[in-house]
């Protein structure tokens, strides 16, 4: 299913910018053809793509190796903006995380995870989220819209631009890895989020590996199997619950897709084996899916997927209705996934002094009439 499916109001602002189109978003024959349109030979758009996306040039005036006539049409007509910086926090064990601003008005979060071995970059898919987990900040939010390709790639090079990463092809890199684990169910925004996932993945562009993108789902099985054809990226898997039961409770698009359709469509994920496994997320909930019960049960559910699964502690947020498991019973929890042949690490919760951290990102985006959206983006 695709970001198309959705009624109007939730489509993506046209990638515009004080009139002038965003050349952030475009893909390579999109790109070929603005340059046609300006009477430049196939090359011109070789050279902008690299301008754009590797060498990330935050103005058109930047790039050097055009000429000044070229650089002249080009900025009457395109432009390469990145998201405004609404707020910027920085937690206590350094995770940053950027409230980021579309023309329209509508925030979305952006998180920057550094860790010794590596820096993740969570970034967000709609504004908002389509759906309503009762464990999740984001789910509290009623979803707006879906993010353009623009919008994603954006905060992409947003994230380099305050880190100073570019060119892309930084041997020493800060951001090593992408996972799509922001606000949004990016498998209900596909098609915006292929697009800028293949741009992310361009070897002459961003140039992120796909083994180092992560895309999160919570099980919209239709749109799973396009995904692995189409971008093969590792494949994250919110599953939180061993029974149709509890699931149905928590994640309610279980009622849709129910955990033996969902498992189904893992087995079947494309390029799946030992040396490249599902991740299942599980949040660890007090006395809702904790119990040793449950972790036998998980294991059995697993037992033919090659899987890992993520032992999220509950992060808490303003009004949560659940509260994290204790320490002791999520060891244990672990413990017996551990002995069942599945690895099952239990995550160290980042940026919970700025709500960074799992679960509780969220913005104060409100949907637009479609004339505050056209007028937004004119």
């Known amino acids: 299913m695709s970001g198309t499916a959705h009624s109007e109001h939730f489509a993506p602002p046209a990638p515009k910018a004080g009139g002038r189109v965003n050349l952030i978003g475009l893909t390579r024959a999109e790109m070929a053809e603005a340059v046609r349109e300006l009477g430049e030979p196939d090359f011109r758009a070789r050279q902008l793509w690299h301008w754009v996306y590797h060498r990330g040039a935050?103005?058109?005036?930047?790039?050097?190796?055009?000429?000044?006539?070229?650089?002249?049409?080009?900025?009457?007509?395109?432009?390469?903006?990145?998201?405004?910086i609404a707020s910027a926090q920085t937690s206590t064990d350094g995770t940053r995380k950027w409230l980021l601003r579309f023309p329209d008005g509508q925030?979305?979060?952006?998180?920057?995870?550094?860790?010794?071995?590596?820096?993740?970059?969570?970034?967000?898919?709609?504004?908002?989220?389509?759906?309503?987990?009762?464990f999740c900040h984001t789910g509290t939010q009623r979803l707006v819209r879906n993010l353009s390709a623009a919008e994603i790639v954006g905060q992409i090079m947003l994230a380099r631009d305050e880190v100073?990463?570019?060119?892309?092809?930084?041997?020493?890199?800060?951001?090593?890895?992408?996972?799509?684990?922001?606000?949004?169910?990016?498998?209900?925004?596909?098609?915006n989020v292929a697009t800028a996932m293949k741009i992310a993945m361009?070897?002459?562009?961003?140039?992120?590996?796909?083994?180092?993108?992560?895309?999160?789902?919570?099980?919209?099985?239709?749109?799973?199997?396009?995904?692995?054809?189409?971008?093969?990226?590792?494949?994250a898997v919110s599953l939180h619950a061993v029974s149709d039961e509890v699931r149905d409770a928590i994640v309610p698009l279980n009622k849709k897709y129910p955990i033996a359709a969902l498992l189904d469509a893992c087995r079947a994920y494309p390029g799946t084996h030992n040396a490249r496994r599902i991740t299942f997320e599980y949040v660890m909930l007090r006395g809702v899916n904790d119990s040793a019960d449950d972790a036998r049960a998980l294991a059995k559910l697993l037992k033919d997927i090659p899987a890992k699964v993520n032992l999220i502690p509950f992060n808490a947020w303003?009004?949560?209705?659940?509260?994290?498991?204790?320490?002791?019973?999520?060891?244990?929890?672990?413990?017996?996934?551990?002995?069942?042949?599945?690895?099952?690490?239990?995550?160290?919760?980042?940026?919970?002094?700025?709500?960074?951290?799992c679960g509780q990102l969220k913005s104060a985006g409100q949907r637009l009439k479609k004339s505050e959206r056209e007028a937004a983006t004119a």
Not at 167 to 186: C, F, Q, W, Y
Not at 319 to 339: H, M, R, T, W
């Open 107 to 134: 925030e979305v979060e952006t998180v920057f995870i550094p860790q010794e071995e590596r820096g993740t970059l969570c970034i967000s898919s709609q504004v908002g989220c389509t759906l309503t987990c009762r």
């Open 164 to 191: 100073g990463e570019w060119p892309a092809s930084s041997i020493d890199r800060k951001i090593t890895n992408i996972v799509l684990m922001g606000m949004g169910e990016p498998l209900y925004n596909f098609d």
């Open 202 to 235: 361009d070897h002459e562009g961003l140039a992120f590996s796909r083994r180092k993108i992560t895309l999160s789902t919570s099980g919209v099985v239709p749109a799973m199997a396009r995904c692995g054809a189409e971008l093969g990226v590792n494949l």
């Open 58 to 84: 935050s103005s058109i005036e930047d790039m050097t190796s055009l000429s000044k006539d070229f650089r002249a049409r080009l900025a009457a007509r395109f432009a390469v903006p990145r998201p405004e």
């Open 318 to 357: 303003p009004g949560a209705p659940y509260e994290c498991s204790a320490a002791k019973d999520i060891q244990v929890f672990s413990d017996i996934l551990n002995g069942a042949g599945v690895s099952a690490p239990i995550r160290a919760p980042r940026g919970r002094d700025i709500l960074a951290a």
